[in-house]
């Protein structure tokens, strides 16, 4: 990946991550325990509705921060996302990993 694109891409997650972190943590105020996940806070997508609310994210943007963060080929990061993120289990709060049926985000 060249340079500027890198730097472009890295600076909208950054974007992305003080918008979703702005309201999520507006959003908690009203729900006790959220968890969220360390490092993806850029791809967040909402919030479950219900008893028992967790955090959603989008699976194909995680894998997106990981190719562009920490340069990872796309094979490491759903490797990783499966492996170290999605596979871990934190108790009933546990954050949502979702595969969208369409998906907009653009691809690297």
Not at 57 to 78: H, N, W
Request: with cysteine.
């Amino acid at each position: 990946m060249k340079k500027e694109t890198r730097k472009k891409l890295l600076k909208e997650i950054k974007n992305l991550e003080n918008i979703n972190r702005t309201w999520i943590d507006t959003v908690a105020e009203g729900h006790d325990g959220l968890l969220t996940a360390d490092g993806f806070d850029s791809a967040i997508i909402g919030i479950t509705e219900g008893i028992n609310p967790v955090v959603v994210y989008s699976f194909q943007e995680c894998v997106r921060v990981l190719r562009v963060r920490d340069e990872m080929t796309e094979e490491d990061a759903i490797e990783h996302m499966q492996f170290n993120v999605t596979g871990a289990y934190v108790g009933e709060k546990t954050p949502l990993f979702i595969h969208l049926v369409c998906d907009d985000s653009q691809s690297l």
